[in-house]
């Protein structure tokens, strides 16, 4: 599968930005285990969601105007 690679890249990107999210926020730390998994997964999916969809846009866009 071709676009496998750029998924794993996106997802570990995704991953990256998220704790570096969860180390840089400045609210109170929450103790319960199963809120920090959720925000967690929240949040590495709005990621990985947002920059899957740049990247195809743009991907898509480029090929577009290059046949042109």
Do not use: A, H, W
């Amino acid at each position: 599968m071709k676009r496998r690679k750029v998924f794993l890249l996106i997802l570990i990107f995704s991953v990256c930005l998220t704790i570096l999210g969860f180390i840089v926020d400045s609210d109170e730390y929450v103790p319960d285990v199963v809120q920090n998994s959720l925000d967690f997964l929240l949040m590495t999916t709005l990621f990985f969601g947002f920059f899957s969809l740049c990247y195809f846009s743009v991907s898509f866009l480029l090929k577009s105007f290059s046949k042109e």
